[in-house]
């Protein structure tokens, strides 16, 4: 499991530190798949430090949370606006703070966006670059859905591709969504993302990797398509994140 994210280190005071806000990104005009679906809770808590609880835990289950999306522009803080494609793979945990629609605990952040990694890295969440993360969406004649073929392969962490169907979302189904992403130990950085309109339509994609990647561990083998929790082709005219990171 060497290849995962190492968790940072957080004394017990970082419970009732302060927080600052490291950076913040806009996004525009995106897509993106998001798959959520059951995992090994053994694996899982070998994943995820201390101070969170694991969804699920309670009846002996976790989840595993797979996500890649492509943006038309991202703008770092006070950088130029640049077309983005950002993966990322988590465990699905239990609000630490009691906000947002769904929260993860981060495994892998891969972007072909340097100021992306850039500020992650800097905040202290070790995101890796991949110029060749592709995100490639082929509408169908009808304009009712497409085929999604998505993949990281050159960020230096063990190589997954996702590939399958989707539907496109139903007219007027734009609702508002607050997605939180969480590193490091007793909630160490924050990384929370509000959607004010994002639609949803269907998904039958599954994600892919070599059987003896450390990936295979959490997707139950070469490659997983239970996304059975949730499955989705999401599109959003625009998001902002905001990174925070707690302070002693």
Not at 127 to 155: C, H, K, M, S, W
Request: with cysteine; hydrophobic share 45%; proline share 6%.
């Amino acid at each position: 499991m060497r290849y995962f994210l190492a968790a940072l280190a957080c004394a017990p005071a970082c419970l009732h530190a302060e927080t600052h806000t490291a950076f913040t990104v806009q996004f525009s005009n995106c897509s993106e798949f998001a798959g959520w679906g059951p995992t090994s809770l053994a694996v899982a808590q070998t994943l995820v430090p201390a101070g969170y609880t694991i969804a699920g835990a309670a009846s002996g289950n976790a989840a595993v949370v797979v996500r890649i999306t492509r943006c038309a522009g991202a703008k770092v803080d006070g950088t130029k606006v640049v077309p983005t494609i950002l993966s990322q793979i988590g465990i699905n945990l239990v609000a630490p703070d009691g906000t947002g629609d769904i929260n993860n605990y981060t495994l892998l952040y891969v972007s072909n966006n340097p100021f992306l990694v850039q500020a992650f890295r800097a905040a202290g969440v070790p995101a890796r670059f991949d110029a060749a993360i592709a995100y490639d969406y082929t509408l169908n004649g009808a304009a009712t859905g497409g085929i999604l073929y998505g993949a990281v392969q050159n960020a230096g962490v063990p190589a997954y591709f996702v590939y399958g169907p989707e539907g496109e979302p139903p007219a007027g189904s734009a609702q508002v969504f607050l997605a939180n992403w969480w590193y490091g130990a007793n909630q160490k950085i924050k990384q929370s993302t509000n959607f004010p309109s994002i639609s949803f339509g269907t998904s039958s994609v599954a994600v892919y990797t070599a059987l003896e990647s450390p990936l295979s561990l959490l997707f139950g083998g070469n490659s997983d398509s239970n996304f059975s929790y949730l499955s989705v082709r999401g599109e959003y005219p625009a998001a902002k994140m905001v990174v925070t990171v707690r302070t002693q």
